[in-house]
Structures are given as C-alpha cells and as structure tokens.
C-alpha cells in the first residue's frame, strides 16, 4: 500500500516478490476467503462477540529497519556501525536528532515523531528484538512464515489471521464482509477467513464497467449466484453485499474526528478508510493494510532521505488513526499491530545502507495495551559478540508470543493450537 512500494530497492529477491504481486498468495483468493480451512478442527467457541476488540494488522513489507524506527541512542555500538546513517543523540548538538522515549537508551526519528502523543497517552508499545524465530534472511519465506503462523511447514494453506476469524463467531450475525485486506489481492495471513474480501478502494468499491447499467447487472448476478452452487454461491452473494454496503456507507465521505488528519497517501487514505469502516460499526472484525517500501539496501538515510519519508508517512498515518479512532469521538474497541518480515544488519553497508537481518520492532496500539514504553528481552549492547551471527539484532520474543496474546486477550479467542500450530507461546504482557 505504500508510495514507495514500487522503488528500486537493490534486493532481487524482492522485487521479483512484488513483480509477482503475490500471485501465489492470491490464486483463488475468492473462494479461499469465503471457506473454512480444509483441516479446521473441532475449536472451542470464543466468549461474547460484542467484548471483541476489532484487529486491525499492519505488515511493513521489505524488512524495516528497527533501529531507526526505534533508535538506540544510549548505546555507542550503534554509533560505531553506522557511521553515516545513525539518529544523533537526544543530547546532541545536532539540529535533527532523536527525541528521547526514555533517560538512558531508546527515542524517535524526527520522521517517526507522529507516534509521539500515542507513545505519551500509554497506548502504544514498540518491542523491541521481535519477529520470526526460524532463520530466515528471504523475503518470500519470512513473510509467509510469519503470515501463516508456522515456519517451513507447507502443508498449511490459510493464516493465522483467517484461522482466527474461523473459529470465533462474528461480531454481527448478518454481517456481509467480517475482514478485508486493503489491497489488491487477499494476503496469506487472511486466508481461510469468512466473509473476507480484498478490497483496494473502499471508497470506490463497485462492479465495472458502464456506470449506467451498473444496478440492473449487479442484479441480474445477484438472482444468478443465488441458484449457483456452494461454495461460490454464498462468496459471489458476500461480495455483492458488501458492494451496496460501502455505497451506503459513503466512505470516500468520511470525516475524521479529534483533529486527525491523514497523509494523503495509499497508506494514509487504507487507514481513513478502515476508521471509517471500524465507526460504521457493521461487524468487520479484522483489517489488513500493507505498507512496502521498507528494503533499504542503499541510500537509506533516516534523516532526510527515503527511509525518512516512508517513515513520516507510516507515522503520521498511524498517530492520525490513533487520534481519530482511539482518541475521537465515541469508545471503539481496537487494538492494532504492526511488524515486519525481519529487521536490518546493525552495521551500514558500503552503499549507505543496510542488508537482510533478524530482529526487528514490533508497534501495538489500543486503549488496552501496556505502551508508553519500549519492551526488551535479555537485550544486550550491540557489540559484535552480542549479535546473531555477529551481525544482526537476536530475536528474542517470537512474533507468536505478542500476536496470541492479542488473540487471546483482547479478540477472546481461546483457540491459540489452532490458530499458531506446534507453537506453546509465552505472554509477554503486552495487554491489560
């Protein structure tokens, strides 16, 4: 959903990833979205529906870099690697440097500065050292791990997202759309999920062709798909559903409240739009919007330079949702969550850059979580000696361990063997 999503980023790996459009992700998405998953077991149903919280998932794709998201100022290590690409200290005489989170180690970019008043309000946390446990330094591998809630397992189809709508009950009975992914095509992580549908401008969501003749053929489909087979009989219906929902919504419309304002971006108007959507209260239950642009092998520059602008972007975007939708006007029930693949090496690279790493700096936001801080586990200095590999950030709270807590926790569903297979996770107290 990103601007940049498109840009020559140096990775081959990746841009053949997004040559591809995530073709293999989206192949039968239609009929995938509207089914259970094939292998679903017997699941234990969820607590009441109306105490959900609604989920709102953000991947970063590209691997970001967490230590210019979130800066370890306190630490020369950090200095000693990136010679030309690191924040100065809070404390420096720099004109642009990191503001302080806290007295000794972590702070903001001035571009990240937008998340500022959500970090000080209590209701975001960033995590730092999170992401994929399994060794992985590719794209199209972490992210699929990561998405369907295993590593190396290719027998799994949906995601950990989709598996979880599957087994809870929806917010609303007659809900026509419980998900959406704004985007081109259904990400892995909501496979699997009922009543889910990509949609890349809900704002304009509406069948082609002739505007004219729009209503009569959306009808003549409607009478059609109803005497069609399941399970395209009931997906085709969902979908036409949802078209007259977001007509009558008006979502292009929508006037944010709190004195958001949006970028005026892909990512900004995906956010406007699912604030939209969330105070429309029409029973979504989950929404996922990707944001790309985030494989800085060359010229990264976090000061004023494309990682810089990308991350104004991301921030401004997410500060404006939080003020709008957990700040504004009315009580929503929302916890959002936002990651990446894998993070950065610790040291630049010879072209001003940095190249695939591990841990990376997870963002969770809502009225329920305990932010106002960064959260760290058995972190050390980033000294050569510390570091997996010798080079990279270690993971040391698995991706699993933050995202079936908000799955247990605040979206009430007791089904974790199901929705993260093989894995026992460990809460980290990321929610009240």
Known sequence: MSDLEHANCGCQEYNALSRRNFIVNTAGAAILAGTMPEWLPRVVLAQSASTRDVIVYIFQRGGADALSLCVPWGDSNYYAGRATIALPRPDSSATVKATALDTQMWGLAPSMLGLLPAYQSGELLLIQGAGLSYASRSHFDAQRFIEVGKAADPTISTGWLGRHLATVPPLKTAAALRA????????????????????????????????????????????????????????????????????????????????????????????????????????????????????????????????????????????????????????????????????????????????????????????????????????????????????????????????????????????????????????????K
């Open 180 to 431: 959406l992914a704004i985007a081109q095509g259904t990400p892995r992580a909501l496979q699997g999920a009922p009543k889910s549908l990509p949609i890349p401008d809900p704002t304009n969501f509406a069948l082609g062709g002739n505007t004219a003749t729009r209503a009569q053929r959306q009808a003549w489909l409607n009478a059609d798909y109803n005497v069609t087979e399941e399970p395209l009989r009931s997906s085709a219906l969902d979908a036409a559903a949802t078209i007259s929902l977001l007509a009558s919504l008006n979502v292009g419309a929508y006037a944010p409240s709190n004195g958001a304002t949006y970028p005026n971006s892909s990512f900004g108007r995906a956010l406007k739009a699912a604030a939209a959507l969330i105070k429309a209260d029409v029973g979504v239950e989950a929404i996922q919007v990707d944001i790309g642009g985030w494989d800085t092998h060359q010229a990264e520059n976090p000061l004023n330079g494309q990682m810089a602008t990308l991350m104004t972007d991301y921030a401004n975007s997410l500060g404006a949702f939080w003020a709008d939708v957990l700040q504004g006007n009315g009580t929503y029930s929302v916890t959002l969550v936002s990651m990446s693949e894998f993070g950065r090496n610790v040291r630049e690279n010879g072209s001003q850059g940095t190249d695939h790493g591990r841990g990376s700096c997870m963002f969770v936001m809502g009225k329920q979580v305990t932010g106002g801080r960064v959260m760290t586990k058995n972190w050390q200095p980033l000294a050569r000696e510390n570091l997996t590999d010798g080079q990279d950030v270690p993971v040391n709270i698995d991706h699993r361990d933050v995202l079936a807590e908000i799955v247990s926790k605040r979206l009430l569903n007791p089904n974790l063997d199901v929705i993260f297979p093989s894995y026992t996770p460990t809460f980290q107290g990321v929610t």
